[in-house]
């Protein structure tokens, strides 16, 4: 069935690193992908998405990187931050393009910072 | 302020009780959904709707009723709620082709 799920649910990185945050999935219908980030009692928050037709995007800090042969995720974090210490989620679509209601989360992978 | 509104934050009922947790947004996207957040199970979807009047089964929709009568509100309703039930529900909306933009919870307890 489908899944997404994320390589290390614990990730421990000092302040000023760099962190890479894995995903693999396993539909290969799925064309567009998306990674959350959860802190302490809040909702998920949008970080960075990507489509299919690409195979890297970068952001603020952020870049996402999908290897569609392997189906692996990736979410690189350039000089991580305290305020970066959170639960990652990778989320994938099954239904393509022309629907985008269904959205399957990982398990997530817990982001600890050191200062 | 762009946002997507839910309440309660906190609800506590007991089994049989039927509830509805409200969920609102202002951005006007088409799409709305509810997931339900277990420790060890994650983020797994009820519902979503693509708009009024239309809605899909998420992956965990057993239980759990949904109405999509005005495109910015997605009521979720518990006709029977069980303990079973007891979980961190949240609410989302996206315009289509984008990714959901998350409430900040609703903590049921049903005892």
């Known amino acids: 069935g489908e899944s997404v799920g994320l390589h290390l649910p614990t990730l421990s990185v000092q302040e000023g690193d760099n962190s890479i945050i894995n995903c693999a999935y396993s539909n290969s219908a799925s064309d567009y992908f998306i990674w959350y980030k959860q802190e302490s009692g809040k909702g998920p928050q949008f970080i960075i998405d990507?489509?299919?037709?690409?195979d890297k995007r970068q952001g603020q800090r952020v870049t996402v990187l999908l290897n569609k042969t392997v189906k692996h995720l990736s979410l690189q974090i350039a000089a991580t931050q305290p305020g970066d210490s959170a639960v990652y989620f990778c989320a994938e679509n099954p239904h393509g393009s022309g629907n985008t209601g269904k959205l399957i989360f990982g398990q997530g992978t817990t982001l600890q910072v050191k200062p | 302020e762009a946002q997507v509104t839910q309440n309660p934050r906190y609800l506590i009922t007991v089994t049989g009780k039927k509830l509805t947790v409200t969920c609102s947004q202002n951005?006007?996207?088409?799409?709305m959904s509810w997931y339900r957040q277990d420790p060890g199970l994650g983020l797994r979807q009820i519902y979503y709707s693509m708009n009024v009047e239309v809605t899909d089964k998420g992956d965990v929709p057993e239980g759990y009723k949904v109405s999509r009568k005005e495109k910015r509100n997605f009521p979720l309703i518990l006709e029977s709620p069980s303990p079973n039930q007891t979980s961190l529900y949240f609410c989302?909306?996206?315009?289509?082709?984008?990714?959901?933009?998350f409430g900040s919870g609703t903590r049921l307890t049903v005892v």
């Open positions: 989302a909306s996206s315009k289509t082709g984008e990714g959901y933009t």
């Open positions: 951005m006007n996207h088409e799409y």
């Open positions: 990507i489509r299919s037709n690409m």
